[in-house]
C-alpha cells in the first residue's frame, strides 16, 4: 500500500499497480496534475502493469471513464454494476496481449455465476444508449449545483467543510483543507458527518451514512431537485453548527 498521489519507485519485482483514477472510497479525492501520467510511466519503467480501478468512475465521468478523462491508458481496468444498469455484474479489460492470458486462449482460467448475464447486459446496454454528450453536460451542470450548493450552505453555518466535485461525483470533508490522500481524507469530522446526516435525514434528504461515501448526482436530480436538497442542507448545516 502507498499513498494516493505519490508516485511510488518501483523494480522488477513489482507485477502491478492497481489504482482508482479518481479515489472515490476515501471521500472523493481527485488525481494532481500529472500523478496518473506520471505512474503511467512508472510502470512502463520496471514492466509493470497499469490497472484501472473504474467501478465507480467508468461510464460516470465520461463514456471513456477516468482514462479517457485524464488521457491515460492503463493494461487493464474493471467495472461494476455500472455496465449492468444497476444489477450484479462485472468485467475486466485491457491490452489483447494480456487478455490473450485468459482462458481459452491461455492459461488463465476464469469464470462466475453472473458472467455474461444476459438479463445485466441488456439492462447496462439500454442504460449506456442514455449517455450522450448532453446527458454528461447535465450531469456535470447537476454536480456543479450540488457542490456549490452544499459549500455556500457550510461557509454560512461557519462550518469548516470542503465539498470537491469531479464531473458528475461530489464529496464531502469536513475538514478546512481538501485531503490529497487516504491519510489526510481521514482526517475528516465523522462525528459532524454523523450529525448532519441526520439532521439531512429528518428534512427529507438521503445521504450515504459513510462518511467516506461520495454523492453521485443523477439524471433524474432535476433543478428544483437540487434547489430542495441545498435548502435543506442549509437549514441542516445551521442545526448542527453548535
Do not use: W
Not at 12 to 22: G, S
Not at 54 to 72: L, P, S
Not at 73 to 80: A, C, E, N, R, V
Amino acid at each position: 500500500m502507498v499513498p494516493y498521489n505519490q508516485v511510488p519507485e518501483l523494480d522488477e519485482h513489482t507485477a502491478c499497480v492497481i489504482v482508482e483514477p479518481v479515489a472515490a472510497n476515501m471521500g472523493l479525492v481527485p488525481p494532481d496534475e500529472g500523478f496518473l501520467k506520471s505512474l503511467r510511466a512508472e510502470c512502463d519503467r520496471v514492466g509493470a502493469l497499469l490497472v484501472f480501478d473504474e467501478v465507480i468512475t467508468g461510464f460516470r465521468v465520461a463514456h471513456g471513464g477516468a482514462q479517457e478523462m485524464n488521457d491515460v491508458i492503463p493494461d487493464l481496468s474493471t467495472f461494476g454494476k455500472v455496465i449492468g444498469g444497476g444489477l450484479n455484474i462485472g468485467a475486466y479489460g485491457g491490452r489483447r496481449d494480456v487478455m490473450q492470458q485468459v482462458a481459452p486462449l491461455g492459461p488463465v482460467y476464469q469464470a462466475g455465476t453472473l458472467s455474461g448475464n444476459p438479463l445485466a447486459t441488456a439492462a447496462g446496454l439500454a442504460a449506456l444508449d442514455l449517455l450522450d454528450a448532453a446527458a454528461y453536460a447535465t450531469l456535470t451542470a447537476t454536480a456543479e449545483k450540488l457542490a456549490a450548493g452544499l459549500q455556500s450552505a457550510f461557509e454560512l453555518a461557519g462550518i469548516a467543510a470542503v465539498v470537491p466535485q469531479v464531473q458528475s461525483l461530489v464529496g464531502l470533508f469536513f475538514t478546512a483543507e481538501a485531503p490529497v490522500d487516504y491519510e489526510t481524507a481521514q482526517g475528516t469530522d465523522t462525528e459532524r458527518y454523523a450529525a448532519f446526516f441526520h439532521a439531512l435525514l429528518d428534512r427529507g434528504v438521503a445521504l450515504a451514512p459513510g462518511a467516506y461515501e461520495v454523492m453521485f448526482p443523477g439524471l433524474a436530480h432535476t433543478g428544483p431537485v437540487v434547489d430542495e436538497i441545498v435548502e435543506a442542507a442549509t437549514d441542516a448545516a445551521q442545526a448542527v453548527a453548535g
